[in-house]
């Protein structure tokens, strides 16, 4: 893996560009760049590490979510534990990193770049295989729940803490199948379940303890309806150790809902919420639900923003070439 370019936020992230070795669908070696980036979250509760690297897991990605810019860009390969590692440390070798968080005195390695970090056991190698470079060093993933990949990774027994992340999103099956779409390039996988990667999620809560986080970024019109609060209550009913994480769409998946409209869900006369109304009616119906807007956005470090690239230049790169939403069409500021 080599280091080839990086940019930054006004917010302070710093995204890095780093060069491996993918193989194409038809078996050829094929270089390609994945993305870092270095995030800085002072204001961070529940004892969460002040500084996260947001890291990638694979050369693009086994999945083509609709809502996610790395759709349109392919997948080469997961990255093996070695280079997992090695991206750590050339992600903290770089602007003074290492000494920030040493400093802080922890820090959180977060699989959340792009990529499936449960689709093979390359990650869960990586954090065995890992040597801390603080004391208080803890890892964090954000997996779509392919079936039994959660229940596999309960079974290991894990060094540093690990704290997980389902990336919900869609509160039943058919729209989950839907937007998170399997790459034509890989073989087939089981179709998503939303009730086995619950199921999983708690055998994982209860081995490691702490609470699993269910994303879900609202698509206006799609995801974001009366109706859809009550199936994410029946979904946590009787269940423990969940939070939902409402979060605004970051602008890749705002074009989606440019694209798609209202084909994919609900009819117009619908009653729909704004993010944070949408967390306030979850807690309403006592479910537990924080709101999160994402760093770094203005150089595509946000959540579902980052891609596998291509090219060779050099130094600070340019994070543009994707077009403006019609806001009218997004329906969430």
Known sequence: M??????????????????????????????VSIE?????????????????????SQKGCVFTCLMCANMREGYYGNLTASELNEQI???????????????AGSVEYAFMGHGEPLFGNHVIKSIIEHKGKVKDTR?????????????????????????????????????????????????QLPDLNIKKALDEAEEFIGKFGGKV??????????????????????????????YVKVMKPNLTSSLVYSWKGRSLGCSKDTRTYKPKEFRDKLLELGIESTYF???????????????????????????GGIPEANPARIGLD
């Open 213 to 242: 986080t269910l994303n879900y970024t609202l698509i206006d019109g799609i995801n974001n309806t009366d109706n859809n609060l009550q199936e994410i209550a029946s979904l946590l009913e009787g269940r423990n150790g969940f």
């Open 2 to 31: 080599k280091y080839r370019a990086k940019t930054y936020a006004k917010d302070g992230t710093i995204k890095y560009l780093f060069d491996v070795v993918g193989r194409n669908f038809i078996g050829d070696n094929i270089e």
């Open 89 to 103: 440390d050339l992600v903290l070798e770089r602007d003074g990193n290492l000494e920030k968080i040493l400093e």
């Open 139 to 187: 890892f964090a993933l954000s997996t779509l729940g392919i079936p039994r990949t959660i229940k596999k990774l309960t079974k290991h027994e894990l060094p540093y803490p690990l704290r997980l992340e389902l990336s919900l999103h869609f509160p039943n099956d058919k729209l989950r199948n839907k937007w998170l779409v399997q790459n034509s390039f890989v073989n």
């Open 36 to 56: 870092s980036a270095f995030i800085d979250l002072p204001d961070r509760k529940d004892n969460k590490p002040r500084y996260i690297l947001c890291l990638s």
């Open 293 to 319: 807007e994402s760093k770094g956005t203005d150089i595509f470090a946000g959540c579902g923003m980052m891609r596998v690239r291509f090219g060779r230049k050099e130094g600070v790169f340019v994070t």
